[in-house]
Structures are given as structure tokens and as C-alpha cells.
């Protein structure tokens, strides 16, 4: 049975003693919880958080990475540096990185193929905007997405890959796909890692929901068949 994973995606936001003091204060919270927590939090913060984090049942990831070890790419983090502070989780091809700065499809394999090398676990975020949802392109889009994020990766790695559905259209704006067309949407991405690479290997694949989720609406979301957790911005 595949496990439900809750992430937490801070995107630009809190320094190091902000930071320390809100997993201080979410630790005792989630102790006993039977969901794997996770906190992506922006380079500034992962040493802090990491240290903070020691001795609870709280990952730390980070929020994107470069595919290449090292070299001339100034501002850029690699996972080897990540994986040398023992960052266990990073976030690929969200749609900020995809909208603001310039990912594209095969970034996101690239960097999907560099995380598994350094022993990252790659939370990868596909999506459709609201333009493709009135085509009726949901479908299409996101599976185009996934196979072209997954393309080259062995049957054990697409296992331990996380896909992360977000509706671009619903990504702070309050407005949240019905937990029917969030679960269908899903479900037609694990229908097209069956397709390819086996039933067994679709049926492990963690697969969120992401895009204005809440504490009221988590619960009818996260216990539909096929959404295993969420990736959270705003909340």
C-alpha cells in the first residue's frame, strides 16, 4: 500500500531563525503522524533545518537544483551539494521554475536523472494552465509531462520518483480542482506509467495533489483512491 506523503513547499519565504522556530513548533504536531512530512525550504535554510529537523519524523528537501555536478553556473546548486548536507528530497520542474525561469521538459529529466545519481529523492511537479484545461488538454499535458520527466530512468528509480499533479490555474489563487477531477487527473498519469513501464511499477508510484489545498479541504482530497498526500504552498 502506497504511503501518503505531505510536503511543504515554502518557495521564497522565511529566513534561518523563522525557519528554526516553525519546525520547533511543528514537530511536536506531526510526532505521531502516519504520513511522511516533508519540508522544502529555500538554500538559505537547509542547514538550519536539517539541524533542527535531527531526531524528529521530519525530511528536509530543497526547492530545485542544477544537472550538472559542477562548473560555471553562477547561483546554481548541485545536487552533490546538496546531498553533502544530507538533503534527502528536492523538487523538480515546478511550474514557477517552468514559467519564471526558463524549465523546460528536458531540464526537468535532466535533473530528475542528476538527482537519483547523488541519492536525491525528486519530487517532480507536472501541470496544465487554465488555457489547456478549456481545451480539454488535461490529459494530454500532464501524461506528455510525466513520460518526457521519467524518460530514461530504470523501473526502480520511477518508484521511488514522486509526481506532484498541480493545476497551474489553481496554484494560489484559492481555487482547487474537485477531488474527483484532481483524482482522475492523477489516475491518468499512473494509467500512463502502466501503460509503459507495468501495472506493478504504477501501483508504488507516489502521485500528489497540489494547487490551493487547506486544512479543510485535505481530508476529501487525500483519502480519494489515487492522490497520495500533497505538495502545499500557501498553507
Known amino acids: 500500500m502506497r504511503r501518503k506523503v505531505i510536503a511543504g513547499n515554502w518557495k521564497m519565504n522565511m529566513l534561518p531563525n523563522e525557519a528554526i522556530q516553525f519546525i520547533e513548533n511543528l514537530a511536536p504536531l506531526v510526532k505521531d503522524a502516519k504520513s511522511e512530512v516533508i519540508l522544502c525550504v529555500p538554500y538559505t535554510d537547509l542547514f538550519y533545518a536539517l539541524l533542527t529537523a535531527q531526531n524528529t519524523n521530519i525530511k528536509i ?5 542544477h544537472f550538472e555536478e559542477n562548473g560555471a553556473y553562477t547561483g546554481e546548486v548541485s545536487g552533490k551539494m546538496l546531498k553533502s548536507i544530507n538533503v534527502e528530497y528536492v523538487i523538480i520542474g515546478h511550474s514557477e521554475r517552468r514559467q519564471y525561469f526558463n524549465e523546460t ?49 530504470s523501473e526502480e528509480q520511477i518508484r521511488n520518483t514522486i509526481i506532484a499533479y498541480e493545476p ?20 491518468s ?37 489515487d492522490i497520495d498526500g500533497g505538495l502545499v504552498g500557501r498553507s
Open 61 to 65: 528537501g530543497a526547492q530545485n537544483m
Open 168 to 187: 497551474i490555474w489553481a496554484i494560489g489563487t484559492g481555487k482547487t480542482a474537485t477531488k474527483d477531477d484532481a483524482n482522475d487527473s492523477i489516475k
Open 189 to 225: 498519469i499512473r494509467n500512463k506509467i502502466a501503460n509503459k513501464y507495468g501495472q506493478n511499477v504504477a501501483n508504488e508510484v507516489i502521485i500528489q495533489y497540489g494547487g490551493s489545498v487547506k486544512s479543510s479541504n485535505a481530508k476529501e482530497l487525500f483519502t480519494m483512491t
Open 105 to 153: 521538459d528536458e531540464t526537468v529529466n535532466k535533473k530528475v536523472k542528476s538527482a537519483f545519481q547523488y541519492g536525491l529523492k525528486p519530487i517532480v511537479c507536472v501541470g496544465e494552465t487554465l488555457e489547456q484545461r478549456e481545451l480539454g488538454k488535461t490529459f494530454e499535458v500532464i501524461t506528455t509531462q510525466t513520460e518526457l520527466a521519467l524518460e530514461g530512468l
